[in-house]
C-alpha cells in the first residue's frame, strides 16, 4: 500500500508523471506483483543485510568528505520495504516492518550511522522513496537553515485531506500549501497562541477544565480514549471559552452535536493513515472518483470540520453583534484572534487575516488538537501505572505545589514543576509519540556530517536512536526522569552525553517554520492531565504482570493501555468513585 501512495504522490508532484490515469494502471499492475516480489527480495534482504551488519557510532562524522550518505539498498517502487520485513536486532527479536517505529528506525541509525538513506514510498521522493535521517540534531539544524520560504511539511502528505479541502474549495487547505497563502494564514494564526505569553495566557482555563475532566478517567475502560477526550475538552475550552465534556460519557453530560464532532473527528484521524495507502482510494481518486473508503473519510473530515466552522461563526456574528461575552470568552483563543487581526485590519495592515482565514485557521486547530497531546498524556499515564515510586514522587511535588499556590492548577502549571518536566521530558526520550518529529525538503546543497545531500532532498530528523544510546545514556531502557533534573544536566556539561539536551530532541512538535503553532499550549495541557490525575487518583495496572505496553502507529504512535486501577485520594475523586458501580464501569476504583 506504501508502494501505491508513492505513487499517487509522484504522479501529482512530478511533471514526467503528469498523467496520473496512466501511473494508476501502473500501480495496478504492481498491486498484485509486488507481493511475490516482496516476499523473494525479503528473504534475499535478510541474507544481504546479515552479511553487511557492523556498528557505527551515531555521533561519529563520515569518513569520506562529501560522500553519499549509506544506508538501506532503495529499489524502484518497493524502496527498503523488504529490508524491514524479518529485520534482526542486537538482543535476537526482529523488526517485521516499518509500523514497529520505536524499534526500525533506531536499527537504521545503529546500523549506518548518524545520516544515512532509506526509501520509503509514500514518505521519500523519487521512484524509490528516497528519504534520508539524520539523527544528529546539530546536523539537523543545518537542514532548517537551508528550508526556503515555504518550507516543507510532512502535512503536504495528507493528500486525501488536499483532494477533500480542494473539492469543496475550503479556505482551509490553502495551510496544507506551500504559497504565500500558506505563509499569510500561518503567521495570523499564530500569533495569539504560539508565542510564550500568549500561550501562558491560557493557562487559567487549561487549568479550571483540566480540574474536571481528570475526574472522568475512571469512567473509561480504555485510557487512550479518555485521553483523547480530555484533550477535545482542555483545546475547545481555550479556543471557544466554552465546556464540551467530551470526556465525561454519562447520558446528557454533553450537546449531542459536540459528541457527533469528537466521534467525526476521531473517525478523520483513525481512517487518515489508512486512506492514505488504501489501493482503491488511491486508483479511484486519480480518476476523480471515491472510494467507500473515502467516502467514509470525506463525510468524517466534512462533520468534524462543519461543526467548527459554524461555533467559530457563531462567535463572529456575536462579536460583530456587540454581545457580551462569557470571562471565558473573553480569554479564549478565538477571542485573541479576532481582536489581534481586526486591530490589524482597521489599522491599514496588508497581512491582516480576513474572517474566513480566521475561519479556517481556528477550525483545523480545533480538529488537529487532539492527536500529538492525547499521544503525550497516554504514554506518561502508561509508565506512571508501571512505576509507583515515581508516581509518589510526582504527586508529592504537584501537592506540595498546589498548597503553595491555593489550589490553583493553572498556577502549578504555568511554574513548570521540575520532577513533572522530568517525567515528561523522559516519556519522549523512551517512547516518543513521534520518533520522525520533523520533515523538511532542502532548497540547497548541504553538508551534514560529511555527507553531501543535494538540493531538493527530503531530510527527517530522527529523535529515538540517539537518545537509547548506551554510550549516551546510562540504562537506556529504564524509566529515570531524575536524568533530567537540573543536577544530571549540570553534569553532562562539557561531555557526549550533553547531546541529549538538544532543544531538537526535547519534544514531538517539529521546528521551523512549521513547527505546530499550538506546541506550547499543548505542553500546558498534558502538565495539566497528568498533575491533575496523579492528585486525585492513585493509579496502577489492574494486571501487574503484564510486562511491556504495546503501540499502534497512526498519525502517531500511540500505546494500547492496559485496564487501569483507580484508588480515589481527594473528596472530589472519592466523591466520583462512590457514585459508580462495583467495577467502575470503566477503569476498576479501589476502595
Given at each position: ?504 530532541l526535547s519534544a514531538p512538535f517539529s521546528a521551523g517554520a512549521r513547527k505546530c ?5 499543548a505542553t500546558l495541557e498534558v502538565r495539566a492531565l497528568i498533575a491533575g490525575l ?58
Open positions: 500500500p506504501q508502494v501505491l501512495h508513492w505513487s499517487h504522490l509522484c504522479a501529482n508532484r512530478h511533471k514526467d508523471l503528469a498523467d496520473l490515469q496512466s501511473a494508476s494502471l501502473a500501480v495496478l499492475f504492481f498491486r498484485w506483483a509486488m507481493p511475490t516480489a516482496c516476499r523473494i527480495l525479503s528473504r534475499r534482504a535478510t541474507a544481504v543485510v546479515s552479511r553487511t551488519r557492523h556498528k557505527s557510532s551515531i555521533i561519529a562524522p563520515a569518513s569520506s568528505p562529501s560522500a553519499p550518505p549509506p544506508g538501506f539498498p532503495r529499489l524502484p517502487l518497493l524502496g527498503s520495504l523488504p529490508w524491514f520485513s524479518n529485520l534482526s536486532l542486537p538482543d535476537g527479536s526482529s523488526v517485521q516492518s516499518l509500523d514497529e517505529q520505536h524499534e526500525s528506525w533506531a536499527e537504521g541509525t545503529r546500523r549506518h550511522g548518524p545520516v544515512w538513506r532509506v526509501g520509503i514510498p509514500g514518505l521519500g521522493k523519487g521512484i524509490s522513496g528516497d528519504l534520508t535521517l539524520c539523527a544528529d540534531p546539530r546536523e539537523f539544524v543545518k537542514v532548517l537553515q537551508a528550508e526556503g520560504k515555504y518550507p516543507y511539511g510532512a502535512i503536504q502528505l495528507q493528500w486525501p485531506f488536499i483532494v477533500w479541502a480542494t473539492k469543496h474549495g475550503r479556505t482551509v487547505g490553502k495551510l496544507f500549501t506551500r504559497s504565500e497563502d500558506w505563509r499569510h494564514i500561518r503567521h495570523g494564526m499564530q500569533k495569539s497562541i504560539l508565542p510564550p505569553a500568549a500561550a501562558a495566557g491560557y493557562a487559567a482555563i487549561i487549568g479550571t477544565t483540566g480540574r474536571e475532566v481528570v475526574l472522568n478517567a475512571p469512567l473509561w475502560d480504555d485510557a487512550g480514549s479518555f485521553m483523547s477526550r480530555a484533550s477535545f475538552d482542555l483545546f475547545a475550552g481555550l479556543a471557544l471559552g466554552r465546556r464540551i465534556r467530551a470526556s465525561d460519557p454519562r447520558p446528557g453530560a454533553s450537546l449531542p452535536e459536540d459528541e457527533r464532532f469528537c466521534v467525526d473527528t476521531i473517525e478523520a484521524l483513525d481512517l487518515l493513515p489508512d486512506v492514505i495507502q488504501d489501493l482503491p482510494s488511491i486508483a479511484m481518486s486519480s480518476l476523480g472518483l471515491e472510494s467507500p473508503m473515502m467516502k467514509r473519510y470525506f463525510r468524517a473530515v466534512s462533520g468534524a470540520l462543519d461543526y467548527a466552522e459554524a461555533q467559530v461563526r457563531e462567535m463572529l456574528a456575536r462579536l460583530d453583534a456587540a454581545e457580551p461575552l462569557s470571562t471565558a470568552e473573553e480569554a479564549s483563543y478565538l477571542a485573541s484572534t479576532v481582536r489581534t487581526q481586526r486591530a490589524a485590519a482597521a489599522a491599514g495592515a496588508a497581512d491582516a487575516l480576513t474572517d474566513d482565514e480566521i475561519v479556517a485557521s481556528v477550525s483545523v486547530a480545533l480538529v488537529a488538537s487532539v492527536d500529538t497531546t492525547s499521544s503525550i498524556a497516554t504514554w506518561v499515564l502508561a509508565h506512571l501505572a508501571r512505576e509507583p515510586e515515581v508516581q509518589q514522587r510526582l504527586r508529592e511535588e504537584v501537592a506540595a505545589a498546589l498548597q503553595q499556590h491555593a489550589g490553583s492548577l493553572a498556577a502549578v502549571i504555568e511554574e513548570e514543576l521540575p520532577y513533572l518536566k522530568a517525567v515528561v521530558r523522559e516519556t519522549h526520550r523512551l517512547t516518543p509519540a513521534l520518533v520522525i518529529s520533523s520533515v523538511k525538503e532542502v532548497d540547497a546543497d548541504i553538508d551534514l556530517a560529511g555527507h553531501r545531500i543535494p538540493a531538493g532532498s527530503l531530510v527527517a530528523l530522527e529523535n529515538h536512536s540517539l537518545q537509547m544510546s548506551e554510550a549516551l545514556v546510562e540504562q537506556p531502557r529504564a524509566f529515570r526522569p531524575e536524568r533530567w533534573l537540573a543536577g544530571a544536566v549540570a553534569e553532562r556539561k562539557g561531555t557526549p552525553a550533553e547531546l541529549i539536551d538538544h532543544p531538537l503553532p499550538g506546541s506550547r499550549v496523579v492528585h486525585n487518583w492513585r493509579i496502577g495496572l489492574v494486571d501487574e504482570r503484564q510486562a511491556t505496553v504495546p503501540y499502534r502507529c497512526q498519525t502517531t504512535i500511540a500505546p494500547t493501555m492496559p485496564r487501569l486501577r483507580y484508588e480515589p485520594l481527594t473528596e472530589e475523586s472519592r466523591a466520583v468513585a462512590e457514585g459508580l458501580p462495583p467495577r467502575g464501569g470503566g477503569g476498576v476504583c479501589a476502595p
